[in-house]
């Protein structure tokens, strides 16, 4: 089965889904099984994606990541997500933006922090 919240990606055409209602033992795209992805959390190249978490006005402000992340056409980041008990905040992203974003969520009620980079893949929060 599926769990709520798995985020997998298409090797092949890139498709990248995540899962709001969990359903079958595995999912299929291109005609192979889609890959499940796991949040990396040590950053170990110059390149930093794990998450930044910091106190804003109304909620907290997410950086990617402690050096700022580029966000060029072929290299950026494609979204942030703040996972809560009973919420997912996403905010899509593009090339020219900051790899930042400000979430309506206090800091106490956050399960998970996590973003996406579209050529090293998804990142969270090691807390
Ligand atoms: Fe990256």
Redesign the pocket.
């Known amino acids: 089965m599926t769990k709520l919240r798995q985020i997998y990606k298409c090797n092949i055409c890139g498709n990248v889904i995540e899962v709001v209602h969990p359903g079958a033992p595995a999912l299929v795209c291109c005609g192979q099984p889609m890959e499940l992805l796991v949040g990396n959390t040590v950053d170990a190249s110059k390149?930093k994606?794990v998450p930044v978490i910091e106190a804003a006005e109304n909620g907290i402000r997410v950086q990617v990541g402690s050096v700022e992340?580029?966000m060029e056409e072929k290299?950026?980041?494609q979204f942030i997500e703040v996972l809560t008990a009973d919420k997912v905040y996403r905010a899509e992203l593009a090339p020219g933006l900051k790899p930042e974003a400000w979430f309506p969520v206090k800091q106490e009620d956050i399960l998970e922090v996590r973003e996406y980079?579209?050529?090293?893949?998804l990142w969270k929060t090691n807390e």
Do not use: Q, R, T, V
């Open positions: 390149e994606h992340h580029p290299h950026f980041i980079c579209n050529i090293h893949g």
